[in-house]
Every structure is written in C-alpha cells, then in structure tokens.
C-alpha cells in the first residue's frame, strides 16, 4: 500500500517464518496446544491457521465458549480481540451472548456493579465485597474496552476501507443479532444506533425492526462513498432505498451490496 515493495517482501518472509515457527511450537497431532479462550483467539486473529487446524480452532473456540455458559475466560491480551476475532470467523452469535452476559466475569457484570469505566478486574469492585486487591485493581483499563471497536464495526457495521484511508470510501455492514439459542437472562437487540465523527464527516448507521421488517438507516458524509452490505433476513432477493427499488447490486454471501454516495437513506 505505501509502496515499499522490498520492505513488503522482507515482512512477507517474516511472517512466514514466524507461522512456521508457531505451528512447530503450539500444535501437536494436529491440534493446538494451548486450548483457553485466548489461545485459540490468537492465531485465529492474526490468520495463523490453515486448513483443517483451522476449522478445527473455530469449532473448538465455539465449544469453549459455551462450556463457560457464555462467559469471559480471556484477560489483557484476549479481550481486545475476542468479538473481533469471533465475527471474523463466522462466530457473531457467541459474540452477541459475551457482550450481553451479565454474570461474571464479563462486560456487564462490571456495570452491574457501577462501573462508568473499564476496569483492569471483572471483580474489581462488586458491591457485595467492596474494592480487590490494590496491587492490581485499575478502574480505566482499554484492553478490555476495546469491545466497543466491534461494536461500532459489527452491530452497527461501520468499518474502513484499507485502500481508501480517512475514510473517503468506507463499508456499511451491520450484523443484527439473529441467535438461535439465547443465554438465559439475556434478550434479543433489536436496534442500534451509532454515530462516527470520521475525517471527512458525521457517519451515522441505525437499524430496526419496523412491522417484522429489518429497516437500516444510513447517513453518509459529502465527498465520500458507502459499500453498503444489507443482511437478506427473508427470501427477497431486492432492495428499497429511500423509496424506490434499488437496480444495481450483488448478492454474495446473504448480503446485498451496492454503494451510495453521499445523503440520507432508508433501506428496507
């Protein structure tokens, strides 16, 4: 992208290198190693995995989540990439039943004990016990709020383009919550609505339900354009933009696409 090609071809090999070297180290019979909820998320971030090793990571992943009934096993390195990394592999219902876990350790259990803040603990203070131990008890903690990364690019489905920067071109893709199996005490979203201040202007992304019919509407800034991915939540196969049937789009993946310019708009 920057046009260094020697330095590209230098990190190419790097890369490979260490990928190798991470598959002589943490895999053995065909299987990773280290099974937490971190250790599967890492190489599956940072695309380690190939093949069957990968496939196997996901599903494993999956299985872990679960078998802690839907809570947070991962610490300062893990929960910034969790949801992240779980929308990436397909896995947007288990990020959907973290983020609204209320029980600990997880996101909401902190707010539940008043938190305004990310705290370094998910017991950094509970209003049974009172604060933890000093040594290790930061109230403003970012790792750990990073989530709010994945939800401005997931639930809402603002996301950048890396060959357009400063977001002259962008992606609109919100992933509504459609889970078979919700954890108990927890409830379906059925709407969101985010606002991004980006370099070149307000971003605004809200969806909902209108009469059972998903209903998105975008705002997107003067002299920029959105890759728009609308879910097919039914078995129509056409869209409607500010009232009027939308003629030119794909359909790849269970999303329609199709791009705006710059304006208001309902899309149903």
Not at 125 to 144: C, L, P, Q, R, W
Not at 213 to 223: A, D, I, R, S
Not at 226 to 233: C, E, K, M, S, Y
Request: glycine residues 8%; proline residues 4%.
């Amino acid at each position: 992208m920057l046009g260094k090609l020697d330095r590209a071809e230098y990190y190419a090999k790097l890369r490979a290198d260490i990928n190798t070297y991470y598959v002589e180290k943490f895999v053995e019979n065909g299987e990773l190693k280290i099974k937490t909820q971190t250790g599967y998320l890492l190489p599956l971030a940072f695309k380690m995995l190939e093949g069957e090793l990968y496939h196997k990571a996901v599903s494993e992943l999956k299985a872990n989540i679960a078998q802690n009934d839907y809570t947070l096993t991962t610490g300062f390195v893990g929960a910034g990439a969790l949801n992240t990394t779980l929308s990436s592999v397909g896995l947007d219902d288990e990020a959907y039943s973290l983020l609204l876990q209320t029980r600990d350790p997880s996101w909401l259990y902190s707010v539940r004990q008043g938190a305004t803040t990310v705290w370094e603990r998910w017991n950094s203070y509970t209003i049974e016990n009172g604060f933890g131990k000093v040594d290790m008890n930061s109230f403003n903690h970012y790792a750990y709020g990073a989530v709010t990364e994945w939800m401005f690019a997931s639930l809402a489905g603002i996301k950048p383009m890396e060959e357009h920067p400063g977001f002259e071109k962008f992606i609109l893709a919100p992933t509504p919550d459609t889970r078979e199996f919700i954890p108990e005490d927890q409830e379906r979203i059925t709407s969101v609505n985010a606002e991004f201040e980006s370099p070149r202007g307000l971003i605004k992304s809200a969806w909902c339900y209108e009469n059972g019919e998903f209903v998105y509407k975008v705002t997107v800034p003067e002299n920029t354009e959105a890759t728009v991915f609308f879910p097919l939540l039914s078995d129509k196969k056409s869209v409607n933009v500010n009232g009027l049937d939308f003629a030119e789009f794909n359909i790849e993946n269970g999303k329609i696409i199709f791009n705006l310019g710059a304006g208001e708009y309902v899309i149903k």
